[in-house]
Every structure is written in C-alpha cells, then in structure tokens.
C-alpha cells in the first residue's frame, strides 16, 4: 500500500507529460480503492491499457520516471506478484494462534525459499522477542553452564548450510486420500534457507559435556515453551544454533532472535526462540514427543522419536495452480525433491500414473539436506496425464508409493507422508490432485 | 560446621580447576556469563518420567475439579471431552488400533510427568506458565480422574507421583525407518489397466490469478485481526462467547448499539455469559484494530 501511495504522490510532479499520466493517476487511484494491488492491476490492466503498451506503442512505464531510491526501504515484492502468499487450511486447527500456514511452492524457483514464504508454525503465536533481553541458557550435565546474548552468541566461530525445513506433518491430510486441492497444501509444509550460526557441539565444547550425557532438551521462549528432546549424537554432528536466514536475522516467525537448525530432521525439533538448551542422559518424553510427533501404526503400538524426514519429492509445474495453458506442445515439468538422509541422486518423472519413469534433469546444486530442483520437458498430446515423480537419495533409498507406505504403516500415522505423488492433467490442461489404486 | 566448610572448598576447587582445565583447552572462548542457580531454576521447567524436576507439593482430585471447570472446561469440557476442536482429554481407551484411534492423555500418553510438565508450561492456552505448583498437581489428578486412572479421592504429591504408570508405555516403540522399501523400476512397472483413480480433489477456482482478485477484491479489515485474535473464543462460543454468524444472539446484542458493544471489547466487559478480557487479552491491539475486528464479528457470515 505504501508503495502505491508514493508512486501515486510522484504523478503531479510529471502532470505535463500528457495523457498516459493522467491514466495512470487513474489506475494508481484505482489500485489504491481497490485495496489490493495486484488486483487491480490483474483486474484492469488487460481492458485498458494491455494493447498500448505492447510493440510497436512505447509502454507507459518507458515514457515516466519511476519511483527512486528508498521508495521501499526494505524492498517488496512486485505488486504483480501479491498472489504469491503463504495460506492456511482454517479446518485443520481451532484458532491461528497454534496453527500452521503453508509455502506457496508452485510459484517458487530454485531452492531457496524467500524467508516471507516460508511455512509457519507454532503454538502460542509469534512471540515478540526483545533481543537484548533474549538469553540462551545451556545447562544440565554440563561443567561450566552459561547464560548467553545475542551478541556473546555472535562472537562465536560461524557457520552456514543451505538445508530444508519441513514439519513432518506434511502432507499428512492425504494419508487416507486425496484431499487438498494444490501443492501449496499437500506439500506446502516445506522451505529451505541458508541458515547462519554456530553449530551447537562449538556450544557444547564451550560448557564441557558430561561423558554419561545422551540427550539434550531445547525449549522455546513463547507462551508454548515448545520442547523436544535431541540426542546428543545430532547435537555434535550438524544441529546448528541459528540467528539468521538467508543473509538477515531471522523472522519473528521463523523463531527471532535464534532457533535450532536439525539439519533433515522434522521441523518440530527445529526449535524456535531457543532460550534453553538443558544436557541430560534421558529423553524427556515432552508433549511434542508422545502427544504428537509419534507413529501411530496399525496394530496400536506408536513409533516414538522419528526424527529423520525420508527421501520425498513433488512436481510443482503443472500443479492444480499450474495448469497447463497453451495447449498441445511442449512444457517444462519442474519440481522438488529432497531427502533428510543426504544428497538427491535421481529424480524419475511418469506421465502414465507410474508404469513408465524416464529420469528428470536435476536443475539445481545438490547439496546433502537440501531442497533440489529437477526438471523435464514434456512434449504433451493434449490427453489426459497421471503425472508422478519419483526421488532416489544417495542411500539408494527409493520414494515408495502409498500403497508400499500403507502396507506397514495403514492410514493412522500422520507423520512422515513421503509417497510418490500423482497429480492428474486433464485434456483442457487443468490439473487435479488425485490417488491411484 | 567443618564438614560444610571442606564441601563448600572442594566446590570452589572443582569450579577454579574446571574452568582452569577450560581455558587451556582448544575450542574454549569464555564468552557470556555463568548460568546461577537461581537464574537456572527460573527457567528450568521440565519435568522428567522418573519424576526428576518436580517441585514440591500435592493437589487432590477434588480441587482439581475445582480449577479445571474455572481454567479449563470452556476449551476440553467437563469431561474432558473437548469444545469444538479443542483436544479431548480424556477417553479413546481401546481405540488405538481401531480405524479412528482417540488419542488422549488416558488412551495414548506414555508417562504422568507429561501431563505434569505440559500443563505447567503450556496451559490454559492464554495463560501459559500462570498455574501455582499445588494447582498443577491436583489438575493432572483431576485429568487422570477424568480418564478413569484414579478415585476421586486420589491425592497427588511429589512422592508418589512417579506410582502412576499409563498403560500405552509399553506401546511405544524405536523407529525402524528405513521399513519401506521402493525398486527403481523404469519400465512396465505396473499393467496400465490396473490404474484407477480413487480419490480425486479439483480445484473449485481454475486459475490462482482469479482466486487473488476475489480474495483481495473483498477484504475485511478486521478479518485478520479476528482470525488472529478473537477467533480462540468466538468461534466455538469458548468461555461463553457470543459466537461468530449467531445472527439471533448478535442482534439482541447490537441492540444496546455498536457503540456499547465495542466499547465492551475494547475495556472488557463481564456479562450474563462469560467474561469478555479488554481486547480478547490481546493488549498489543490498538483500538482501532478492535473495533475493526467487533465490525468483521458482529456481521452475519457469508
């Protein structure tokens, strides 16, 4: 909105230069009743103006100045592009204060997820952290325990990985049946970042871990306290203290000042505003760990402390927010696939509903934990597809199908929904996200 | 006397020679400040399944009663069966391997210090961290209760807390992953005849360029702010709240005028239903926030 008030303040100082002015100043005072920019522009630009601003006429925005520096302090999206949000599903939760929102994975490119699009969630809202008062206490079975700034945090040596964040919910909806209409939300539970911090055995040296010590608990600093137990394994291995994400400090969202990174593990024990680090030699067995966050299998035992997320992948392009729009010919078919275990090896694409796979270009680096992008060219019929990937990581582990997961875990488990997804196109190119018997 | 003067030397003599130890030792900086006892216990709020953690104290099933129809029956229910969506605490026995397994603290939980720790921590949902230790004690021996694993007259203190053993303990087990196992098939994977589709979800809007202008065309100034806010105890009508789209209930109330009426959720307000908090209890609200958000409550659904 503020973007569109300045833009619509610089139009008196250009008022001389004529008609396409003045229609801006219309359109501009449009966008601004009509609340949302992008609508506007989407709803009217085509009527109006779409014709003479393409070649041979000059377009309007060729023949004025633009906005200058500092029009947006800290930059936004283009206007254009406000479709491209986070959303929820209201039914899955009571309120949004312990709720969860989604990335809008179809409109996204590359691997990095813009940290404004990257899924929430929590469970006691988005706590406002004062840096300056925010401790991060470690103590336990440690010999010297501390209490640490953000700025005594910062001193230490830094690192930062490229990894993927997704809750182990995701796509859980679907265990019974298709039911989510876009990949936003079968998939959407799913980001990935460059993380920066200091990785969590630099701490650990620093307070001198007892020798009997096997678990440590992490708590956050919101109204939930939200707490899981790590082994002492991940901790010395790769969990990362984090205070930034893609180049600047972490979102209030996203656990500001500093959360934990468990680099291809769920999402939940990735916890945020990190205030407490206690070491231990038992599990805590907290809510997020028996409650929620266990397997519940078909002959009523639970799977307890399934940390690792599988090896998974979906296609992002077409998708039901993607359809195929220009007919017959030729597409690029593009997705994600990612594995918790390492790197991404293969990626195979099925046009057929999965009786033939041909192997995707992998369009991205692959980087072990972290989101890879593939892509195939499709030339299409115009029939109707079952399109399907397939991930293979570099533990020779193969993505399975539904009917493989639910042969050993039935459709009770929620977590760790990692199937070979189908996405059927119909002959108009509209898209549907269906299940194959 | 002389034995707590050799303890309290020792001490100091383990502490000097550790951080002697410290500082000779590579990877050490010395950076922030030793965490004190007293800063510790402030934060240190987690209790283990052997009990370790607990504070002193006790609570009965019968004053657990008491505070959990006051703090808690709005959202689970009397009995713990839950208001709208809100988790049912209590019940599901049986059912865990059934087609739809009821979770709970009776049917599902592994261990009391759980229940303990969680209700400490994280309830009730506004108020987290506001229960006093007693009020903690008798609430999980009143969720027990509700689940049928105590009497009535069951009182719950530090020394017997760890006699409570919940029976889905034994049910939970390591992870076997990788259990599923996928072949790297490329070709005739399956017969094409065998495919059917089971279950099929389309997209109501065809094109999400379409779905933004209706989104953004019509929006609500108070929308956000009631999903936010007021939607924890609107929605389901939690704590007597007058619900969202009740038309009948919000036209006898709008007869008073939108003036009075917003005037309530602005300063709060106690009626013959429930306690309306100032602002929801959301103080970080402006008025004007509010009164958008009464305006998007007050108006009949769509």
Same mark, same amino acid.
């Given at each position: 909105?503020?973007?569109?008030?300045?833009?619509?303040?610089?139009?008196?100082?250009?008022?001389?230069?004529?008609?396409?002015?003045?229609?801006?100043?219309?359109?501009?005072?449009?966008?601004?009743?009509?609340?949302?920019?992008?609508?506007?522009?989407?709803?009217?630009?085509?009527?109006?103006?779409?014709?003479?601003?393409?070649?041979?006429?000059?377009?309007?925005?060729?023949?004025?100045?633009?906005?200058?520096?500092?029009?947006?302090?800290?930059?936004?999206?283009?206007?254009?592009?406000?479709?491209?949000?986070?959303?929820?599903?209201?039914?899955?939760?009571?309120?949004?204060?312990?709720?969860?929102?989604?990335?809008?994975?179809?409109?996204?490119?590359?691997?990095?997820?813009?940290?404004?699009?990257?899924?929430?969630?929590?469970?006691?809202?988005?706590?406002?952290?004062?840096?300056?008062?925010?401790?991060?206490?470690?103590?336990?079975?440690?010999?010297?325990?501390?209490?640490?700034?953000?700025?005594?945090?910062?001193?230490?040596?830094?690192?930062?990985?490229?990894?993927?964040?997704?809750?182990?919910?995701?796509?859980?909806?679907?265990?019974?049946?298709?039911?989510?209409?876009?990949?936003?939300?079968?998939?959407?539970?799913?980001?990935?970042?460059?993380?920066?911090?200091?990785?969590?055995?630099?701490?650990?040296?620093?307070?001198?871990?007892?020798?009997?010590?096997?678990?440590?608990?992490?708590?956050?600093?919101?109204?939930?306290?939200?707490?899981?137990?790590?082994?002492?394994?991940?901790?010395?291995?790769?969990?990362?203290?984090?205070?930034?994400?893609?180049?600047?400090?972490?979102?209030?969202?996203?656990?500001?000042?500093?959360?934990?990174?468990?680099?291809?593990?769920?999402?939940?024990?990735?916890?945020?505003?990190?205030?407490?680090?206690?070491?231990?030699?038992?599990?805590?067995?907290?809510?997020?760990?028996?409650?929620?966050?266990?397997?519940?299998?078909?002959?009523?035992?639970?799977?307890?402390?399934?940390?690792?997320?599988?090896?998974?992948?979906?296609?992002?392009?077409?998708?039901?927010?993607?359809?195929?729009?220009?007919?017959?010919?030729?597409?690029?078919?593009?997705?994600?696939?990612?594995?918790?275990?390492?790197?991404?090896?293969?990626?195979?694409?099925?046009?057929?509903?999965?009786?033939?796979?041909?192997?995707?270009?992998?369009?991205?680096?692959?980087?072990?934990?972290?989101?890879?992008?593939?892509?195939?060219?499709?030339?299409?019929?115009?029939?109707?597809?079952?399109?399907?990937?397939?991930?293979?990581?570099?533990?020779?582990?193969?993505?399975?199908?539904?009917?493989?997961?639910?042969?050993?875990?039935?459709?009770?488990?929620?977590?760790?929904?990692?199937?070979?997804?189908?996405?059927?196109?119909?002959?108009?190119?509209?898209?549907?996200?269906?299940?194959?018997? | 006397?002389?034995?707590?003067?050799?303890?309290?030397?020792?001490?100091?003599?383990?502490?000097?020679?550790?951080?002697?130890?410290?500082?000779?030792?590579?990877?050490?900086?010395?950076?922030?400040?030793?965490?004190?006892?007293?800063?510790?216990?402030?934060?240190?709020?987690?209790?283990?399944?052997?009990?370790?953690?607990?504070?002193?104290?006790?609570?009965?099933?019968?004053?657990?009663?008491?505070?959990?129809?006051?703090?808690?029956?709005?959202?689970?229910?009397?009995?713990?069966?839950?208001?709208?969506?809100?988790?049912?605490?209590?019940?599901?026995?049986?059912?865990?391997?059934?087609?739809?397994?009821?979770?709970?603290?009776?049917?599902?939980?592994?261990?009391?210090?759980?229940?303990?720790?969680?209700?400490?921590?994280?309830? !009730?949902?506004?108020?987290?961290?506001?229960? %006093? *230790?007693?009020?903690?004690?008798?609430?999980?021996? +009143?969720?027990? =209760?509700?689940?049928?694993?105590?009497?009535?007259?069951?009182?719950?203190?530090?020394?017997?807390?760890?006699?409570?053993?919940?029976?889905?303990?034994?049910?939970?087990?390591?992870?076997?992953?990788?259990?599923?196992?996928?072949?790297?098939?490329?070709?005739?994977?399956?017969?094409?005849?065998?495919?059917?589709?089971?279950?099929?979800?389309?997209?109501?809007?065809?094109? !999400?360029?379409?779905?933004?202008?209706?989104? %953004? *065309?019509?929006?609500?100034?108070?929308?956000?702010? +009631?999903?936010? =806010?007021?939607?924890?105890?609107?929605?389901?009508?939690?704590?007597?709240?007058?619900?969202?789209?009740?038309?009948?209930?919000?036209?006898?109330?709008?007869?008073?005028?939108?003036?009075?009426?917003?005037?309530?959720?602005?300063?709060?307000?106690?009626?013959?239903?429930?306690?309306?908090?100032?602002?929801?209890?959301?103080?970080?609200?402006?008025?004007?926030?509010?009164?958008?958000?009464?305006?998007?409550?007050?108006?009949?659904?769509?």
């Amino acid at each position: 909105m503020t973007h569109d008030k300045q833009k619509s303040g610089q139009v008196p100082d250009n008022e001389m230069s004529g008609s396409t002015v003045a229609r801006r100043k219309v359109l501009l005072g449009g966008l601004g009743l009509m609340g949302g920019a992008a609508a506007g522009v989407l709803g009217m630009t085509p009527a109006v103006s779409a014709a003479s601003n393409l070649p041979p006429n000059i377009p309007e925005w060729t023949r004025v100045l633009g906005s200058g520096v500092l029009t947006n302090p800290y930059g936004q999206p283009s206007p254009f592009e406000s479709n491209v949000q986070r959303r929820t599903v209201d039914w899955l939760t009571p309120d949004r204060v312990a709720s969860i929102s989604f990335t809008p994975l179809a409109d996204l490119k590359g691997i990095i997820t813009p940290s404004g699009l990257v899924f929430e969630r929590y469970h006691a809202g988005i706590p406002e952290v004062d840096p300056h008062q925010h401790r991060l206490m470690i103590h336990g079975m440690v010999d010297r325990p501390i209490s640490l700034t953000m700025s005594d945090l910062m001193r230490f040596p830094s690192t930062s990985r490229i990894a993927f964040l997704e809750c182990p919910a995701n796509g859980g909806m679907e265990w019974r049946g298709a039911q989510m209409d876009g990949v936003q939300f079968t998939h959407g539970m799913l980001a990935c970042c460059e993380w920066t911090g200091v990785l969590l055995s630099t701490l650990l040296a620093e307070v001198g871990v007892a020798k009997q010590a096997s678990w440590i608990l992490a708590e956050g600093a919101d109204g939930a306290h939200m707490s899981r137990s790590i082994p002492m394994e991940k901790a010395m291995d790769d969990a990362l203290i984090v205070y930034a994400q893609n180049g600047e400090a972490l979102r209030p969202e996203q656990g500001y000042p500093v959360r934990l990174i468990n680099p291809g593990w769920e999402g939940n024990t990735c916890v945020k505003w990190l205030r407490r680090l206690e070491v231990g030699d038992q599990p805590w067995y907290q809510r997020e760990e028996t409650s929620k966050y266990t397997d519940l299998m078909p002959d009523g035992n639970a799977r307890e402390f399934t940390f690792v997320q599988e090896c998974n992948s979906v296609i992002t392009s077409p998708a039901p927010e993607k359809p195929l729009k220009h007919g017959k010919g030729k597409y690029w078919v593009e997705g994600l696939a990612w594995s918790g275990r390492g790197r991404i090896k293969h990626v195979d694409v099925s046009y057929d509903g999965g009786v033939t796979f041909r192997e995707a270009k992998i369009t991205s680096i692959v980087l072990p934990r972290a989101l890879t992008r593939f892509g195939i060219e499709l030339d299409w019929d115009g029939s109707p597809m079952l399109l399907q990937s397939r991930a293979v990581d570099e533990t020779g582990y193969v993505q399975p199908t539904y009917q493989q997961l639910r042969d050993v875990r039935g459709t009770n488990s929620i977590y760790h929904k990692n199937a070979i997804h189908t996405w059927k196109v119909f002959p108009t190119g509209e898209v549907a996200n269906v299940q194959l018997s | 006397m002389c034995n707590f003067r050799n303890l309290f030397a020792g001490l100091v003599l383990t502490f000097i020679s550790s951080s002697i130890l410290a500082e000779g030792r590579a990877g050490y900086y010395g950076y922030g400040k030793p965490a004190t006892p007293t800063e510790i216990a402030g934060w240190d709020i987690d209790i283990r399944a052997d009990g370790q953690g607990l504070p002193p104290g006790s609570g009965s099933v019968e004053d657990g009663e008491v505070i959990y129809e006051a703090k808690c029956a709005e959202c689970h229910g009397s009995f713990g069966e839950g208001v709208g969506q809100f988790p049912v605490l209590a019940g599901g026995t049986g059912t865990l391997n059934a087609q739809r397994p009821l979770k709970t603290v009776g049917s599902y939980w592994a261990h009391t210090s759980t229940l303990w720790d969680y209700i400490r921590r994280a309830m !009730p949902f506004m108020q987290p961290e506001s229960l %006093e *230790s007693d009020e903690v004690y008798a609430l999980v021996a +009143y969720v027990l =209760y509700l689940n049928d694993l105590v009497d009535y007259d069951y009182v719950m203190t530090q020394d017997n807390f760890t006699d409570i053993q919940l029976a889905n303990r034994e049910h939970f087990v390591p992870d076997p992953r990788p259990d599923v196992h996928n072949t790297r098939c490329m070709e005739n994977c399956k017969n094409a005849e065998d495919i059917k589709i089971v279950s099929i979800v389309r997209r109501p809007e065809p094109a !999400p360029a379409e779905i933004a202008v209706a989104a %953004e *065309s019509k929006p609500h100034a108070g929308e956000k702010i +009631y999903n936010q =806010y007021c939607v924890i105890c609107h929605k389901a009508g939690v704590a007597g709240a007058p619900k969202k789209g009740d038309a009948k209930e919000w036209n006898t109330r709008l007869e008073a005028g939108m003036a009075v009426v917003t005037e309530h959720a602005l300063k709060g307000y106690t009626g013959k239903s429930g306690v309306m908090p100032a602002k929801g209890g959301f103080m970080q609200l402006t008025d004007e926030e509010v009164r958008q958000a009464v305006q998007y409550l007050v108006e009949p659904n769509k």
